[in-house]
């Protein structure tokens, strides 16, 4: 059997030096400066951003690194470490939504998403990329790359947001019309909250109910797996990652007809509505009996049930009853794949082979279709899990699956 491939993450100084040696080799001058925004780990509440619910992300020590110069004209030149001898062009001067093809849409984006919102001040720029976060695994690589952007671009164009919590909130909002509408990859909200809000050693709570100030949409959540004896094993399945495909925005565009079919703004507001309800009435069973949709009744009950477990988990956790963060896990990933569809055989797989060998709690996480599980194990145990996965997929036939451990790690950040 192949050992595991573990993925480490790019120490500071490693990452500083790689980002702008590529910058100078590339455009063969200096970069004002080197930026870094993490990837996440999403601990519960998926597919819940983009129907006003609540998340509950922490930032991996995994980053994407980027060194970065302004220009005096429009023009953007893109270099990543995938493919260091090419070099993405684009150009911002007329540019319209979808106006840019593959990976460079998303950096490109950001610059374009700022001049929309009225920052004329952002002109073009040279950069060169450089991550370990592992691509097309569900660990939003997308939202590293767009929010080491928009925090980079924020500070050579002085527009002031990068230095506040608040302030990121709008950076936050230039990532994501990046995503949506220059790369077409529908998201919402939770990947470019958690790249921008995250703090080492926590989780953030994250309320997507539309109006909230900043303040009021995040908490800090303790997540401290060393406390309770713990570590939280990530499985990259490899199995192919796709969310600009149909399948995510097909899900988002039955959850909103849904709740316009119940009468409410959103599922969010269904879900209060049967949390608070004393009356049968207003049961989720209730609830679901006034949709004639089948599939439409268990969209919706993945994204109520949900929403509940977030903060069932936050509880738990806090009261180290990891036996019931454990369960509230597997509750989680069964609703994705019998309720929600959105896994595959080797998320299937993999979650099933974590929880039979001692596995708290196991899920995937991200959007599906593909990309990784989380599971709860005892410290020192996640090493053995994974080989114990990437056999059994070895065995299938599957492709070998990479591993990593999640550390609840610290928000995007200039670096140099």
């Known amino acids: 059997m192949t050992s595991v491939e573990f993925i480490e993450p790019i120490s500071h100084d490693d990452g500083v030096a790689r980002a702008t040696e590529l910058f100078r080799a590339t455009f063969g001058e200096e970069p004002a400066g080197v930026w870094a925004a993490p990837g996440r780990v999403n601990l519960i509440g998926e597919h819940t951003d983009y129907n006003a619910g609540l998340c509950l992300p922490i930032a991996l020590p995994h980053r994407t690194f980027l060194a970065l110069k302004p220009r005096e004209d429009t023009a953007v030149r893109l270099v990543s470490d995938v493919n260091p001898t090419a070099v993405a062009e684009a150009e911002l001067d007329g540019l319209q939504a979808r106006g840019v093809d593959g990976w460079a849409a998303y950096p490109t984006g950001v610059a374009w998403a700022m001049r929309e919102a009225g920052f004329d001040q952002v002109r073009g720029f040279d950069a060169a990329f450089v991550s370990c976060v592992p691509l097309g695994s569900g660990l939003s690589s997308s939202a590293a790359m767009t929010c080491s952007t928009a925090l980079a671009l924020d500070d050579v164009y002085g527009l002031g947001y990068g230095a506040t919590d608040e302030g ?133 009950r993945h994204v109520i049930t949900e929403i509940g477990r977030v903060d069932e988990f936050v509880k738990a956790f806090a009261a180290g009853d990891i036996a019931e963060s454990g369960r509230l896990f597997n509750a989680s990933h069964d609703s994705l794949r019998d309720d929600y569809e959105v896994t595959v055989p080797e998320l299937d797989v993999a979650v099933d082979v974590a929880r039979a060998n001692g596995a708290y709690g196991a899920r995937m996480t991200g959007g599906g279709f593909g990309g990784s599980i989380i599971a709860l194990v005892d410290k020192g145990r996640g090493r053995e899990v994974a080989q114990l996965i990437a056999d059994e997929f070895e065995a299938r036939g599957f492709h070998a699956p990479r591993a990593l451990a999640a550390v609840a790690s610290a928000s995007a950040s200039r670096e140099d």
Do not use: W
Not at 196 to 219: E, F, K, N, Q, W
């Open 168 to 300: 990121r909130v709008t950076l936050i909002n230039m990532a994501i019309k990046s995503e949506n509408d220059m790369a077409g990859a529908s998201t919402g909200g939770l990947d470019q909250n958690a790249s921008m809000r995250c703090t080492a050693g926590h989780a953030i709570r994250l309320d997507c109910m539309p109006g909230l100030s900043a303040v009021d949409s995040v908490s800090q959540q303790e997540f401290d797996l060393d406390k309770y004896g713990l570590e939280l094993l990530v499985v990259d399945t490899q199995a192919h990652h796709q969310l600009n495909d149909g399948q995510y925005e097909q899900r988002r565009r039955t959850c909103e007809q849904a709740a316009e079919l119940l009468g409410y703004e959103h599922l969010r507001a269904v879900a209060e509505a049967v949390a608070y309800s004393t009356d049968p009435e207003g049961s989720l069973a209730a609830v679901l009996n006034c949709l004639n949709d089948e599939t439409m009744k268990k969209r919706v």
